[in-house]
């Protein structure tokens, strides 16, 4: 028995071939060969497979039962931070939109790093009737990562659809510009539609200066820290909402150009694609808030979803 655990332990542990371990032992590489066989057979050593899949599919699951999600894709990885999992999280969502949007849909889309990342990836999908149009107001720099126009071109011709975009900012000075601008012919048209898009695909944005919004000037350092002291973690289409998932500066969604966040619960499906340990509770915060049915994420984020959701109920 003893001589059958340390042939084990050389061959399992240490990583030896049958041959190193025969020289080392004084044995034949035959002999070797029917010591780890008989290992085997008297439960000395054990083979058990871990399937990532599994284990992404049951924490699908658990994150459907603790949210009340419609539908949650868990990509496995080994990875955690958000620049590395995004790209992971991209492709699993156009396999997912090849399943969710149908012929004749609207469908809505943001902007942003995920949704330039989403868009790269996308392959031409057989749909008809399908037309593409931007959620919220766009930006000032084409340079900026997942420009609305890119994103929403290239959404419109993987689906053989046409693309509206907002011309608009994504967010105003004033609130009586705002309602302006919404009013204006051209861009009531293209809101109009995306109120009435069945399918509506976005990220979830952090507070911080890496944010698009604060690098486009569209929100000064100032307002970011006001948007901290009254608890923001995270926005949905420019909206900010704190960890309960609830508006968090009135004044500021007054000045930003979009759908509602209430409009998104409407959505057949409301597709949140985020992950990485730097999203989490912002990713959390829009969970409690209902802006979302549907959830991409990856293995680690959707476990400690599941975790702080369990011990909310418990």
Not at 25 to 52: C, K, N, Q, Y
Not at 306 to 314: D, F, I, L, P, Y
Request: with cysteine; proline share 4%; hydrophobic share 40%.
């Amino acid at each position: 028995m003893e001589v059958l655990v340390k042939v084990a332990r050389l061959a399992y542990d240490h990583g030896l071939s049958q041959g190193e371990i025969a020289k080392r032992i004084g044995t034949s590489r035959s002999t070797v060969s029917r010591m780890l066989r008989e290992a085997r057979e008297r439960g000395i050593v054990t083979v058990v497979i871990h399937d990532p899949t599994e284990r992404a599919e049951k924490l699908s699951q658990a994150l459907k039962e603790t949210y009340g999600l419609k539908e949650a894709i868990v990509v496995p990885t080994e990875l955690e931070s958000e620049p590395a999992v995004r790209p992971l999280l991209a492709q699993a969502v156009v396999g997912l939109l090849a399943d969710v949007v149908r012929d004749n849909d609207i469908v809505g889309v943001s902007w942003g790093r995920t949704m330039g990342e989403i868009a790269r990836r996308l392959h031409p999908m057989t749909k008809r009737g399908v037309s593409v149009v931007q959620l919220n107001g766009g930006l000032n720099r084409a340079d900026l990562p997942g420009y609305p126009n890119y994103v929403t071109g290239r959404f419109a011709q993987a689906f053989g659809a046409t693309a509206y975009v907002l011309p608009v900012p994504a967010i105003v000075r004033m609130p009586a510009l705002r309602r302006e601008l919404e009013s204006d012919p051209a861009t009531k048209t293209v809101l109009d539609l995306a109120r009435n898009a069945s399918v509506a695909l976005f990220s979830v944005g952090v507070i911080g200066v890496e944010s698009v919004l604060v690098q486009s000037g569209y929100l000064q350092l100032h307002e970011l820290q006001q948007l901290q002291l009254r608890g923001a973690v995270g926005d949905v289409i420019g909206r900010y909402y704190d960890s309960r998932g609830q508006i968090c500066d009135r004044e500021l969604d007054s000045r930003t150009i979009g759908i509602e966040l209430a409009e998104l619960k409407e959505k057949r499906y409301a597709i949140a694609v985020a992950g990485g340990v730097e999203k989490r509770q912002a990713i959390r915060g829009g969970l409690l808030g209902g802006y979302f049915n549907t959830l991409v994420t990856d293995q680690f984020t959707a476990l400690e979803l599941v975790k702080a959701g369990r011990q909310e109920t418990a």
